[in-house]
Protein backbone atom coordinates (compact mmCIF):
# COMPACT_ATOMS: atom_id res chain seq x y z
CA UNK A 1 0.00 0.00 0.00
CA UNK A 2 0.95 3.45 -0.67
CA UNK A 3 0.54 6.65 1.59
CA UNK A 4 1.01 9.95 0.29
CA UNK A 5 2.98 12.38 2.64
CA UNK A 6 1.59 16.01 3.12
CA UNK A 7 3.88 18.32 5.25
CA UNK A 8 3.39 21.56 7.16
CA UNK A 9 6.59 23.58 6.82
CA UNK A 10 10.50 23.21 5.29
CA UNK A 11 11.54 22.61 9.32
CA UNK A 12 9.15 19.99 9.43
CA UNK A 13 10.96 18.04 6.92
CA UNK A 14 14.36 18.52 7.41
CA UNK A 15 13.20 17.64 12.02
CA UNK A 16 11.72 14.49 10.27
CA UNK A 17 14.26 13.59 8.00
CA UNK A 18 17.03 13.99 10.83
CA UNK A 19 15.12 11.10 13.00
CA UNK A 20 15.78 9.22 10.19
CA UNK A 21 19.39 9.35 10.33
CA UNK A 22 21.81 7.56 12.38
CA UNK A 23 21.55 8.88 15.53
CA UNK A 24 24.67 7.67 17.33
CA UNK A 25 26.01 11.35 19.03
CA UNK A 26 22.53 11.17 21.07
CA UNK A 27 21.36 7.57 21.05
CA UNK A 28 20.98 8.09 24.67
CA UNK A 29 19.03 11.02 24.68
CA UNK A 30 15.36 11.08 26.08
CA UNK A 31 12.58 10.49 24.22
CA UNK A 32 9.86 12.91 25.47
CA UNK A 33 10.85 15.96 27.98
CA UNK A 34 7.55 17.32 29.38
CA UNK A 35 7.89 20.77 30.78
CA UNK A 36 5.59 21.96 33.22
CA UNK A 37 4.72 22.67 37.27
CA UNK A 38 2.85 20.13 39.04
CA UNK A 39 0.17 22.32 41.13
CA UNK A 40 -2.45 21.37 43.85
CA UNK A 41 -5.75 21.63 42.97
CA UNK A 42 -8.66 22.88 45.07
CA UNK A 43 -12.52 21.67 44.04
CA UNK A 44 -14.48 25.00 45.87
CA UNK A 45 -18.79 25.27 45.83
CA UNK A 46 -20.22 27.61 47.71
CA UNK A 47 -17.00 28.75 49.12
CA UNK A 48 -16.43 25.68 50.76
CA UNK A 49 -13.96 23.04 49.95
CA UNK A 50 -15.19 19.92 48.35
CA UNK A 51 -12.29 17.82 46.97
CA UNK A 52 -8.03 18.83 46.66
CA UNK A 53 -5.68 16.51 44.20
CA UNK A 54 -2.95 16.70 42.13
CA UNK A 55 -3.43 18.99 39.35
CA UNK A 56 -0.97 20.22 36.54
CA UNK A 57 -1.19 19.28 32.92
CA UNK A 58 2.10 17.46 33.43
CA UNK A 59 0.47 15.42 35.58
CA UNK A 60 -1.75 13.95 33.12
CA UNK A 61 0.33 13.93 30.24
CA UNK A 62 3.31 12.01 32.49
CA UNK A 63 0.51 9.44 33.30
CA UNK A 64 -0.43 9.13 29.37
CA UNK A 65 3.45 8.72 28.26
CA UNK A 66 4.51 6.27 30.85
CA UNK A 67 1.04 4.29 30.00
CA UNK A 68 1.95 4.16 26.38
CA UNK A 69 5.88 2.89 27.87
CA UNK A 70 7.98 6.23 26.26
CA UNK A 71 10.91 7.04 28.00
CA UNK A 72 10.59 10.51 29.30
CA UNK A 73 12.03 12.86 31.72
CA UNK A 74 9.86 16.04 33.52
CA UNK A 75 10.70 18.90 34.44
CA UNK A 76 8.78 20.61 37.26
CA UNK A 77 9.23 23.03 40.43
CA UNK A 78 6.91 22.64 43.74
CA UNK A 79 7.33 24.17 47.24
CA UNK A 80 7.93 22.17 50.25
CA UNK A 81 4.21 22.06 51.01
CA UNK A 82 3.92 19.74 47.71
CA UNK A 83 1.40 17.25 48.90
CA UNK A 84 1.73 14.31 46.25
CA UNK A 85 4.04 11.03 45.60
CA UNK A 86 5.23 11.24 42.34
CA UNK A 87 6.76 9.54 39.77
CA UNK A 88 9.53 12.28 38.32
CA UNK A 89 10.97 14.05 40.94
CA UNK A 90 10.18 17.58 41.19
CA UNK A 91 12.61 20.67 42.12
CA UNK A 92 11.59 21.84 44.97
CA UNK A 93 12.04 25.27 46.18
CA UNK A 94 12.42 26.03 49.60
CA UNK A 95 11.55 29.91 49.57
CA UNK A 96 8.54 29.78 47.32
CA UNK A 97 4.52 27.45 47.91
CA UNK A 98 3.73 25.17 45.39
CA UNK A 99 1.48 26.42 42.50
CA UNK A 100 -2.24 25.98 43.98
CA UNK A 101 -5.46 26.90 42.22
CA UNK A 102 -8.67 26.92 43.07
CA UNK A 103 -11.86 26.11 41.07
CA UNK A 104 -15.10 27.66 41.96
CA UNK A 105 -18.19 26.17 40.37
CA UNK A 106 -21.47 27.63 39.62
CA UNK A 107 -24.08 24.77 41.42
CA UNK A 108 -26.80 25.94 39.19
CA UNK A 109 -26.85 23.79 36.04
CA UNK A 110 -27.54 25.17 32.54
CA UNK A 111 -29.57 23.58 29.99
CA UNK A 112 -26.68 22.45 28.00
CA UNK A 113 -25.21 20.75 31.83
CA UNK A 114 -22.10 22.78 31.83
CA UNK A 115 -21.36 23.96 35.52
CA UNK A 116 -18.96 27.50 34.82
CA UNK A 117 -15.96 27.81 36.36
CA UNK A 118 -13.90 30.61 37.51
CA UNK A 119 -9.96 29.22 38.06
CA UNK A 120 -8.04 31.32 40.24
CA UNK A 121 -4.22 30.49 40.77
CA UNK A 122 -4.11 30.94 44.80
CA UNK A 123 -0.34 30.54 45.03
CA UNK A 124 2.49 30.36 42.08
CA UNK A 125 5.82 28.77 42.36
CA UNK A 126 8.79 29.88 40.75
CA UNK A 127 9.35 29.71 36.92
CA UNK A 128 11.25 27.21 35.19
CA UNK A 129 14.21 28.51 34.01
CA UNK A 130 16.43 27.99 30.58
CA UNK A 131 19.01 26.85 33.30
CA UNK A 132 16.88 24.54 34.98
CA UNK A 133 16.27 21.91 31.61
CA UNK A 134 18.77 19.17 31.51
CA UNK A 135 21.62 19.23 28.79
CA UNK A 136 20.43 16.43 27.06
CA UNK A 137 19.04 16.73 24.00
CA UNK A 138 15.31 14.75 23.96
CA UNK A 139 13.47 13.93 20.25
CA UNK A 140 9.93 15.87 20.93
CA UNK A 141 10.08 18.51 24.21
CA UNK A 142 6.58 19.52 25.78
CA UNK A 143 5.79 22.56 26.92
CA UNK A 144 2.89 21.92 29.11
CA UNK A 145 2.85 25.49 31.92
CA UNK A 146 -0.55 25.93 33.59
CA UNK A 147 0.58 28.75 36.20
CA UNK A 148 2.62 31.11 34.06
CA UNK A 149 5.60 28.62 34.61
CA UNK A 150 7.29 28.96 30.88
CA UNK A 151 9.30 31.80 29.96
CA UNK A 152 10.14 32.47 26.42
CA UNK A 153 13.60 31.80 27.05
CA UNK A 154 12.90 28.72 28.69
CA UNK A 155 10.85 27.45 25.38
CA UNK A 156 13.89 28.97 23.18
CA UNK A 157 15.85 26.79 25.08
CA UNK A 158 13.42 23.42 24.68
CA UNK A 159 13.33 24.36 20.78
CA UNK A 160 17.21 24.24 20.50
CA UNK A 161 17.68 21.25 22.45
CA UNK A 162 14.95 18.99 21.29
CA UNK A 163 14.13 17.98 18.02
CA UNK A 164 10.54 18.88 18.12
CA UNK A 165 8.83 20.82 20.78
CA UNK A 166 4.98 20.65 20.87
CA UNK A 167 3.21 23.60 23.16
CA UNK A 168 -0.01 23.65 25.09
CA UNK A 169 -1.21 27.29 24.06
CA UNK A 170 -2.52 27.47 27.74
CA UNK A 171 1.01 27.89 28.63
CA UNK A 172 0.87 31.00 26.19
CA UNK A 173 -1.88 32.81 26.46
CA UNK A 174 -2.84 33.05 30.31
CA UNK A 175 -2.32 35.81 32.29
CA UNK A 176 -3.20 35.98 36.43
CA UNK A 177 -5.35 39.02 37.75
CA UNK A 178 -3.28 41.12 40.73
CA UNK A 179 -5.71 40.90 43.09
CA UNK A 180 -7.03 37.71 43.30
CA UNK A 181 -5.19 35.48 40.76
CA UNK A 182 -8.13 34.88 38.56
CA UNK A 183 -7.21 32.93 34.78
CA UNK A 184 -7.79 35.33 31.86
CA UNK A 185 -6.98 34.86 28.48
CA UNK A 186 -5.43 36.81 25.87
CA UNK A 187 -4.66 36.77 22.16
CA UNK A 188 -1.32 35.01 21.18
CA UNK A 189 0.12 37.77 19.02
CA UNK A 190 -0.09 39.74 22.33
CA UNK A 191 2.44 37.88 23.61
CA UNK A 192 6.40 37.74 23.53
CA UNK A 193 5.92 33.56 22.77
CA UNK A 194 4.60 34.88 19.38
CA UNK A 195 8.00 35.24 17.30
CA UNK A 196 8.66 31.68 18.26
CA UNK A 197 5.63 29.85 16.57
CA UNK A 198 7.38 29.16 13.29
CA UNK A 199 9.82 27.51 15.28
CA UNK A 200 7.44 24.91 17.00
CA UNK A 201 6.29 21.91 15.42
CA UNK A 202 2.94 21.53 17.32
CA UNK A 203 0.61 23.82 18.93
CA UNK A 204 -2.71 22.13 20.90
CA UNK A 205 -5.81 24.56 21.82
CA UNK A 206 -8.97 23.64 22.78
CA UNK A 207 -11.86 24.85 21.08
CA UNK A 208 -12.37 27.91 23.91
CA UNK A 209 -8.61 28.80 23.56
CA UNK A 210 -8.76 28.49 19.91
CA UNK A 211 -10.35 31.83 19.50
CA UNK A 212 -7.56 33.71 21.16
CA UNK A 213 -5.32 33.35 17.60
CA UNK A 214 -5.49 33.73 13.98
CA UNK A 215 -5.31 29.84 13.28
CA UNK A 216 -5.41 30.19 9.19
CA UNK A 217 -2.43 32.56 10.28
CA UNK A 218 -0.59 30.19 12.65
CA UNK A 219 -1.64 26.86 10.58
CA UNK A 220 0.88 28.73 8.17
CA UNK A 221 4.06 28.41 10.92
CA UNK A 222 2.73 25.42 12.99
CA UNK A 223 0.46 22.25 12.64
CA UNK A 224 -2.17 23.47 14.91
CA UNK A 225 -4.74 20.68 16.97
CA UNK A 226 -7.94 22.00 18.24
CA UNK A 227 -9.63 20.06 20.62
CA UNK A 228 -13.48 19.71 20.86
CA UNK A 229 -14.33 17.40 23.28
CA UNK A 230 -17.20 15.13 21.85
CA UNK A 231 -16.90 16.71 18.59
CA UNK A 232 -13.39 15.26 18.16
CA UNK A 233 -10.06 17.01 17.10
CA UNK A 234 -9.48 18.92 13.88
CA UNK A 235 -5.60 19.28 12.65
CA UNK A 236 -4.55 22.22 11.01
CA UNK A 237 -1.66 22.40 8.38
CA UNK A 238 -0.14 24.87 5.83
CA UNK A 239 -1.64 22.99 3.16
CA UNK A 240 -5.36 21.27 4.37
CA UNK A 241 -6.50 20.45 7.27
CA UNK A 242 -8.56 17.35 8.98
CA UNK A 243 -11.35 16.65 10.89
CA UNK A 244 -10.47 13.52 13.65
CA UNK A 245 -14.08 11.36 14.99
CA UNK A 246 -14.21 11.20 18.86
CA UNK A 247 -14.28 8.02 20.58
CA UNK A 248 -18.18 7.91 22.30
CA UNK A 249 -18.36 8.23 25.83
CA UNK A 250 -21.00 8.55 28.65
CA UNK A 251 -18.19 11.55 30.15
CA UNK A 252 -19.56 12.95 33.10
CA UNK A 253 -16.47 14.93 34.08
CA UNK A 254 -14.01 15.96 31.38
CA UNK A 255 -11.13 16.70 33.50
CA UNK A 256 -7.75 16.42 32.57
CA UNK A 257 -9.42 15.91 28.58
CA UNK A 258 -7.37 18.12 27.01
CA UNK A 259 -3.78 17.39 28.62
CA UNK A 260 -4.31 13.45 28.32
CA UNK A 261 -5.09 13.91 24.21
CA UNK A 262 -2.35 16.04 24.52
CA UNK A 263 0.03 12.80 25.89
CA UNK A 264 -1.41 10.40 23.40
CA UNK A 265 -0.87 12.48 20.17
CA UNK A 266 2.78 12.88 21.21
CA UNK A 267 2.63 9.51 22.61
CA UNK A 268 1.11 8.08 19.43
CA UNK A 269 3.69 10.07 17.02
CA UNK A 270 6.63 8.99 19.02
CA UNK A 271 5.55 5.13 18.02
CA UNK A 272 5.50 6.05 14.70
CA UNK A 273 1.62 6.45 13.74
CA UNK A 274 0.83 9.09 11.05
CA UNK A 275 -0.62 12.17 12.01
CA UNK A 276 -4.46 10.99 11.85
CA UNK A 277 -3.83 7.82 13.92
CA UNK A 278 -1.99 9.34 16.65
CA UNK A 279 -4.98 11.95 17.13
CA UNK A 280 -7.10 9.10 17.47
CA UNK A 281 -4.72 8.02 20.05
CA UNK A 282 -4.94 10.84 21.80
CA UNK A 283 -8.58 11.28 21.67
CA UNK A 284 -8.63 8.06 23.28
CA UNK A 285 -7.46 9.10 26.61
CA UNK A 286 -6.98 6.61 29.49
CA UNK A 287 -7.99 2.54 28.20
CA UNK A 288 -4.00 2.77 27.45
CA UNK A 289 -3.39 -1.11 29.01
CA UNK A 290 -5.36 -2.30 26.15
CA UNK A 291 -4.60 0.07 23.58
CA UNK A 292 -0.93 -0.34 23.46
CA UNK A 293 -0.83 -4.03 21.88
CA UNK A 294 -3.30 -2.36 18.82
CA UNK A 295 -0.75 0.75 18.66
CA UNK A 296 2.51 -1.71 18.27
CA UNK A 297 0.44 -3.59 15.31
CA UNK A 298 -1.08 -0.22 13.48
CA UNK A 299 2.68 1.32 13.55
CA UNK A 300 4.25 -1.96 12.08
CA UNK A 301 1.31 -1.95 9.38
CA UNK A 302 1.84 2.11 8.86
CA UNK A 303 5.89 1.89 8.44
CA UNK A 304 5.27 -0.55 5.53
CA UNK A 305 4.01 2.48 3.44
CA UNK A 306 6.36 3.32 0.20
CA UNK A 307 7.49 7.30 1.17
CA UNK A 308 10.03 9.08 -0.45
CA UNK A 309 10.96 10.27 2.48
CA UNK A 310 10.14 10.29 6.23
CA UNK A 311 7.46 13.09 6.75
CA UNK A 312 4.89 14.16 9.12
CA UNK A 313 1.86 12.12 7.49
CA UNK A 314 -1.77 14.28 7.55
CA UNK A 315 -3.27 12.22 4.82
CA UNK A 316 -5.16 9.41 6.25
CA UNK A 317 -3.77 5.85 5.93
CA UNK A 318 -5.24 3.08 4.37
CA UNK A 319 -7.08 1.97 7.09
CA UNK A 320 -7.45 4.59 9.48
CA UNK A 321 -11.26 3.51 9.76
CA UNK A 322 -10.24 0.18 11.13
CA UNK A 323 -7.62 1.32 13.35
CA UNK A 324 -10.77 3.98 15.20
CA UNK A 325 -12.87 0.71 15.64
CA UNK A 326 -10.11 -0.89 17.18
CA UNK A 327 -9.43 1.70 19.36
CA UNK A 328 -13.00 1.94 20.23
CA UNK A 329 -13.07 -1.98 20.78
CA UNK A 330 -10.03 -1.54 23.10
CA UNK A 331 -11.32 1.21 24.80
CA UNK A 332 -13.48 -1.42 26.94
CA UNK A 333 -11.20 -1.46 30.06
CA UNK A 334 -11.76 1.18 32.71
CA UNK A 335 -10.16 4.18 32.12
CA UNK A 336 -6.38 4.69 32.92
CA UNK A 337 -6.65 7.07 36.45
CA UNK A 338 -4.67 6.73 39.26
CA UNK A 339 -6.10 8.14 42.30
CA UNK A 340 -3.55 11.04 43.55
CA UNK A 341 -2.62 10.14 47.46
CA UNK A 342 -2.07 12.48 50.56
CA UNK A 343 1.29 12.92 51.38
CA UNK A 344 3.19 10.98 54.14
CA UNK A 345 6.84 11.48 55.20
CA UNK A 346 7.84 8.05 53.42
CA UNK A 347 5.99 9.44 49.93
CA UNK A 348 8.45 12.60 50.11
CA UNK A 349 8.50 14.26 46.59
CA UNK A 350 12.24 13.69 47.65
CA UNK A 351 11.83 10.15 46.79
CA UNK A 352 10.62 7.51 44.57
CA UNK A 353 7.00 7.90 44.60
CA UNK A 354 3.83 6.06 43.08
CA UNK A 355 1.67 7.63 39.66
CA UNK A 356 -0.96 10.41 40.55
CA UNK A 357 -3.73 11.25 38.55
CA UNK A 358 -5.91 14.63 39.59
CA UNK A 359 -9.67 14.71 39.67
CA UNK A 360 -9.36 18.47 39.25
CA UNK A 361 -8.12 20.51 36.00
CA UNK A 362 -5.66 23.23 36.23
CA UNK A 363 -4.76 22.53 33.03
CA UNK A 364 -7.58 23.48 31.47
Keep these: MTCEPSTITSTSRQWLHQQQQPTKPHSSQTRVLIVGNYCHDVLMQKDTVKAESLG ?56 NCHQDRVLKRVSACDPIRPSDLPDARSKFGMAVGVGGEILPETLERMIETCDAVFVDIQALIRVFDSVDGTVKLVKLEETEFYSLLPRIEVLKASSEEAVFMDVEEVRKWCCVVVTNGK ?84 LKPDGHEQFHASLGAAKSTPPFSIQARPWTPSNSPMGDGADSYSTLHSAG
Design 56 to 111: GAASFISNVVNGMSVSCNLVSKVGEDFKYPVDFTPIVIPTSKTTVFHAYFDLAIHG
Design 231 to 314: EGCKVYWKDGELGIPPFLANQKDPTGAGDSFLGGFVAGLVQGLAVPDAALLGNLFGSLTRVKDEVQRRKMQFLHCERSEYELEF
